[in-house]
Structure formats: structure tokens, C-alpha cells
């Protein structure tokens, strides 16, 4: 699949400290490049209040993406606590 990255998610990536935190996340990018479809890539669960939106678990934290065809759009990148708060906006 392509990704596409927004500035927020950018932004969110930035300000991760932690280096196996950072790991996790490019081990998880890389997972969904390599996807061929949705049920490829494991923990996705659809978020509610959005058609196309999705969230993929990352240890405690969550990757907030919208699905459009082959095109993975990466738009938040927060705390499990904080994902369902931020993401779908």
C-alpha cells in the first residue's frame, strides 16, 4: 500500500523520546507498505464517527490512518488514552 503522511502525524512522530517506541512505529510502517489489504496488518480496528478511518495498535500507543483504496493516509499518532480524543477530526 502507499502512505501518505500528514504534518500532524509528522509532528507527532517528532516528539517520541523513546527509541524502542520509535522502532515500533517504522517496524508498524513498514508492515503497511508491505500490506496488500486491511487484514494484513493485524490490530486495526475501524474508529467510530468517520467512514474510512482506522486506528492500528502500537504497544500503548495508537496510529490513527485513513483507508482510501491502496492509499493509507497517516493522520495522528497519540497515547491510547489520547487517540480516540484526538483522531478522527
Request: hydrophobic share 40%.
Amino acid at each position: 500500500m502507499k502512505l501518505v503522511l500528514t504534518s500532524r502525524f509528522a509532528k507527532d512522530l517528532r516528539s517520541i523520546r523513546d527509541v524502542s517506541v520509535k522502532a515500533d512505529v517504522n517496524s508498524a510502517l513498514d508492515k503497511m507498505k508491505a500490506a496488500k489489504r486491511l487484514e494484513d496488518l493485524g490490530d486495526v480496528v475501524k474508529m467510530k464517527g468517520a467512514k474510512n478511518a482506522f486506528r492500528m495498535r502500537v504497544g500503548e500507543y495508537r496510529i490513527g490512518f485513513y483507508l482510501d483504496g491502496d492509499t493509507i493516509t497517516l493522520g495522528r499518532f497519540a497515547n491510547r488514552e489520547d487517540i480516540y480524543r484526538l483522531f478522527p477530526s
